[in-house]
Every structure is written in C-alpha cells, then in structure tokens.
DNA sequence: GTGAAAGCGCTAACAG
DNA sequence: CTGTTAGCGCTTTCAC
C-alpha cells in the first residue's frame, strides 16, 4: 500500500483527479455532496498531497527559507566523534562547581530571530525550512535552499555580497539585521542608531557624562558603525565633539570585553573613565567581569553600557544597562515584508526598521539617579 | 527573464536535458569536456535546480521535518496586534526593574533540540523545516508537513496518538523523548529513570537523607513516571519502601513550584521534609522562589533538586542540583535515526536512550558535604 | 557517453 | 458543477 495519490482518492470517491484537487483547493466551488464523498475517501485512503507535485504544478512551494550564520562554537571534530552512539554509561554524576559551564554561553539571538520568523510564516499560511552556516561556504547550503523556497531571508552579511547579487536574481531575498540597504533588496532592521544615540543621551545629559568612552566591535560592522553614529550624534547635540574622545576597540566578544577592561584597570584606577558604552552586551558583560575582578566598581566607579538587550545583561550584577533589540519581531517583520514581495514582486524595495527599547539598569546608575 | 530550467541550460550547453541531470547528479558517468560546458552554462544562466521537479521526479525531497508542540507564552491576540507596524517610536526609554522581565522565562529545551536537529541534518545532506504547534490542533500543521517531507520528527505528546498511527501509515515518524516506545514507532529518549535513580541515590546514600519527598509534575506525564519510577528503584536498593514517603503534586511549572512550597512552609517549619526531588526543574526553581522568600534556608534547612538541566539552574542561587538531559544530542540522534530508518524502511523499531548526567550543585551540597 | 521519452502527482484552463 | 487534458521541471530507463 504505497502512498495514495489523487488517482487513488478521485476513484475512490469515483469522481476525476480534479474534483479531488478542487474539494482541497476550492471547497467552494464544488457541490457539498461531492465534496463529502472526497473527503471521506480522502480520509479512508489517509492521503497526503505531495508538496512536490503541488509545487511543481503550482509554481510556487508554500515554503519560506531563514538562513543563519554560523553557530558559534560548533565545532566540526566533536560532531564527528558525537556521531557514533558509544557505549558510554546511561547516567554520569559530576560535581558541578560554578562557572564551569560558562561554554553554554550562546547568543539568544538567532533563536528569537528564528521564533518569530517561524510564527508568523504559519499565520501567513507559509513553513519555514532554516539553514544553519557551519564554518565555511554559505555556497552550497544557500544554494540548495533557494530551490527550494519560494523565498529568502538572510541574516545580514551570513552571505557575501556577490552571492545575494545572484540569488536575487532568481528568488526573492529579505535580509535581516545588518546595515541599511535602501537601494537593491528588501530590509528588515533595528533602529541601531537610534538606539544609541538615546542611550548616550541619557549618560551625556542625566548622568552628566562630557567624556564617554566607545568599545568599538571587531572592524567593518556596520551595526557598531551605525552605533556609533548615534553615539556622535549625542554627542553633538549638547555640542561635544566625539571625535576627541577616546575609543577603544574591542571584538564583540565577551573575553574581548576583559581584555579591554584589563587594560585600562592597568592604567591606573584614577585614569579610569567615567562611562565606557560598548557596541555590544557580550563586550559590556566582560567588562564588567574583569572590573569586578580588579575591584573596580560599577557603577560607582565607572559606568558601564552594552546593546542587544540578550538575556545574561539581566542576570549579570550589577545588571547591564543595555538596548533591547526586538529579536523575535524581527524574524516576524522579516517574514511579514517576505510576503508582501510575494504578493507585489515588482513593487520598490521594502525597507522596514524596528523600534529599540533603551534599558537603564544598575550598571549606569547614580547616586543622584 | 524567468527562472532558467533545465531545458535552458541544456540548449545552452547544446547537450540533451539528460546530460544536465546526470551531471548535476551522477557526474562520473559524464566526460569531463561535456561536464565543464554544463556547468559553464549553468553558471551563465545562474541555474538552480527545482527542488520541487526533483522531489516529484526522485519521489524523495530531502527534507526532514521537525514538529515541535506549542511555545509557552505564545499570545495569538498579542500577534494580531503586533501584526501591523504601527506609528510607534523608533526608540523607547525605560527604567528597567529588576525582575521585570520573569515573564521571558522560556524552556531553552526545544531550542536545543532543534538545533541539534538542524545541525545533524545538514551533516546527512538533508533541509530541516519546522513546524511548532501554537495552542491549537497540530493536525492540519502535521498533516502539511507529512506531505512535503521524507520524515517526520515528532516531540512525544505534542501529536495525540490516533494521528501518530495514520500518519506512520505514509511516512515514517521518530519520536523524540517522552515515554519509551519500544513497540511499534522509532524513538529516541533519554534515560529519566537511570538519572533520577541516580540522583536519588546520592541524596539518600552520600547525604544520609532516608525520606525524601518526590514531587510529581501533572498527571499522566509518562517522562515524570519514569523518574518517580527512578526514584523508587534507587530507595528500594537501600531498604526504604517508597510508597510510604510523601508525595506532593506540582505541574511542571514554576508557578507550581511555589505553590507546593509555600503549602509545606505553611504546616510549620520543623515540619519540613529533608529533601525535596523535583520532577522537573521548573518546579524546583519555583521552591526555591518561594523558600527564599520565607526565610527557609536552602540547602541547610532543606535540600532541593530539579531534572531537565535548564539553563537557569546555573543562574539559580543556590545553584540548582539537577539531572541535565543532553538536549542538543537528542536532536541529533533523531535525525540519525530517521537517516536509518528512511535508509532501511523494513527494520525492527529504533530505539535510542541517551545518556544523562547528574549535576550536583549547591542546593544539595551539606556541611559533610 | 549521450539522447529520447516516459512519467512523478498535482493544478489549471477549457469544455461540457 | 465536473471531467479532460496539458503541462510544471526533473530523473531515469532504454536505446544508440
């Protein structure tokens, strides 16, 4: 009893293949009687229509592609050596003292970005296959998806610029995130500048802060460069120049945020500076360990700011003053601007920007605060 | 200039469509010259194969899918209104308080498995598409999925029983975690009973504890059975008849977890028991919520552990004793299994248990200790 | 090695 | 309202 077709079911319900294709398309047009007979050999036969076949004659799949970038430490060899169920034992107990899972650390993003980009496919009818990069080529991963989507959406700069140029010539691409791309495809971002700008607004003017120092992410972000733009804007605004400030450069990385902080703790403690705003949290939250291991204390000492608004900047102490990027809606946003290219291919590109939420918490407050 | 076909790229390598096939499909059996001005052409014309076309034509589509049950908190209303981009401000700012934000609290669990799914699907050259049920019947949602995929990866009880048995009528389906299946589906598991008789065991033999008190999750969950089962088993083996301890009743959630601790700080604090085991994390997390709270000093005045190895068991102070399942490899090893199974369709049932592992944290670290 | 031709299961005109 | 009939783009014998 192989998987029944609409052959199957139209003779079965002794009605021709279309009738049977209509009772599941088009209800409506089809008289109630027929429609009962159909459904109930559809339901005796448990047929299952083929996504292929529908596609294939429809021209169009019912599916929606996420492709993300690379996890972060995946690491290839261990997946390898995990492949092959051993004959470990069932159960192991280990003590497990603090801090030793500090490995787990995983950036919430992408699995928010992926949530709301899942949910709001099903409400729009549509289902989401995703793509994870691993390490190298986004190439051939990439590729493949697109045969099979009816779209795309691309966390920004997981693929080269070259490859979108192609892909876009064939399938519809809304990229995620990243930098603003008014010109040739469709966008879905966060109001990064913004974001920024409000936040150093607040340290500047609130907590009276003239001299603010930047942690700067790895070279070449447009994120942190839009960050930062809105930091200098800020700054502008109750007329100090940024460009005479001092900057630091850091990785986006949590340990790149230690390295920062251990450096300056080296300089002295009264060179310290009154408020250090990173690109990021991971930055941010490393500053605040190392600072916390020199003794150095936030916010007393110094205040300290992150952005993303991941879920460790409400754990960590003092907590992290941070911008909350709207992860989830961004996935649905991403979703939602795929549809409507869909619907309207030939229309100018859609360019969407979502609101950020500034989250002052301990780690910028003041006495005075 | 539509989609490029394989007849487009044919005339333009001026081979037959055939040629372009095997080439993209079996190229040892093409020459190498002929194999170059297809490829050429396909480069040209930018060419990516329909997926669809090739799942009708190799009755095969590379695809597996991954069917998780409902997201806790996921609001439809809520949705609706988010649904349209209102007018609202690109950036907001807010005196974030500390625990604000308790409503974020999400089961990292599914995440994991379904990035362990997604990884391992790639590794064995198959797309993932996933499909999470939100409040409602997964029928229509399963059913859908059931007709664009190879197979079907299903997490235990998101699905009822009746469709389990339609649906593995057309395409196979691999159960992950829930209650052992040995009998007629593939399934992969973890091993509850051995962690929580481990677990146990250590509370009851290392630290003297000879009455713990169990406290279940809602009725009728199988996973919880089989650690209550666990915990049995581990007392019997030192002379202690479990049947005449205690039990208390929560339900899986933290809110659950308060309740029941509150109720036994309520009969009076020397009335406490010695050790208090948790079906699940949850309702650990949410005893240690509400003993804080009372001034019950935890570990000293009661030990308290979990099962599950959530992430916020490590964040938890005292951190939270627990039973951590290997979440990520549970995706993985259903991926495996269904790669097995899809390979060699006639074989007996698959059955896969994971192993787990103990961690032992302070909420159940004594003086002795 | 390569080409011709027959479907894979479904949808969508087009008749009736 | 319902049936007939072309394909949709690709894989796969079977010949050559």
Redesign the interface.
């Known amino acids: 009893?192989a998987?029944?077709t609409v052959y199957d079911v139209a003779a079965h319900a002794r009605v021709s293949i279309a009738t049977v294709s209509r009772v599941l398309r088009r209800p409506d047009l089809v008289k109630d009687s027929t429609k009962e007979q159909v459904l109930a050999a559809v339901r005796a036969l448990?047929y299952?229509?083929?996504?292929?076949?529908?596609?294939?004659a429809g021209r169009t799949?019912g599916?929606i592609g996420l492709y993300l970038p690379a996890?972060d430490g995946?690491d290839e060899a261990a997946?390898d050596a995990?492949?092959e169920?051993g004959a470990?034992?069932?159960?192991?107990?280990?003590?497990?003292i603090?801090d030793s899972?500090s490995s787990?650390v995983r950036d919430l993003y992408y699995?928010e970005v992926?949530?709301g980009a899942?949910?709001?496919a099903?409400?729009q009818g549509f289902?989401?296959?995703?793509?994870?990069g691993?390490g190298g080529d986004p190439e051939r991963?990439v590729?493949?998806?697109?045969?099979?989507v009816d779209g795309l959406l691309i966390v920004a700069r997981s693929v080269p610029e070259e490859m979108l140029g192609?892909l876009s010539?064939?399938?519809p691409i809304v990229l995620i995130a990243g930098p603003r791309r008014g010109d040739s495809f469709d966008h879905v971002g966060v109001?990064n500048r913004?974001?920024m700008?409000?936040?150093t607004a607040?340290i500047v003017s609130e907590l009276g802060v003239r001299d603010p120092v930047y942690v700067f992410g790895p070279e070449g972000s447009p994120d942190d460069a839009e960050r930062y733009a809105g930091f200098v804007a800020a700054l502008a605004s109750v007329g100090v120049d940024a460009s005479a400030l001092r900057t630091l450069r850091g990785d986006f990385r949590r340990e790149g945020g230690r390295a920062v902080a251990a450096a300056l703790v080296a300089e002295g403690r009264d060179a310290l500076p009154r408020a250090v705003i990173c690109g990021n949290d991971q930055m941010a939250l490393g500053m605040l360990d190392e600072f916390g291991r020199a003794g150095v204390r936030v916010p007393t000492d110094v205040l300290v700011s992150g952005f993303d608004g991941i879920?460790e900047t409400?754990?960590s102490s003092p907590?992290l003053t941070t911008v909350r990027q709207p992860m989830e809606?961004l996935g649905?946003?991403a979703v939602?601007a795929m549809v409507d290219r869909l619907e309207a291919p030939d229309t100018a590109p859609i360019t969407?920007?979502l609101?950020?939420?500034?989250?002052?918490?301990e780690s910028t407050e003041t006495v005075s605060d």
Chains 1, 2 share one sequence.
Do not use: F, Y
């Open positions: 009893m998987k029944p448990g299952v229509p083929s996504a292929s076949a529908r596609g294939l799949t599916v996890i995946v997946l995990a492949g169920d470990s034992a069932t159960v192991r107990v280990v003590r497990d603090p899972g787990r699995d992926l949530r899942q949910l709001e099903w409400r289902v989401l296959t995703i793509g994870v691993h991963m590729r493949d998806m697109a045969g099979r192609q010539g064939s399938i109001a913004e974001g700008r409000a936040l607040h879920e409400r754990l907590r809606e649905r946003a939602r969407r920007r609101p950020v939420e500034v989250l002052l918490r």
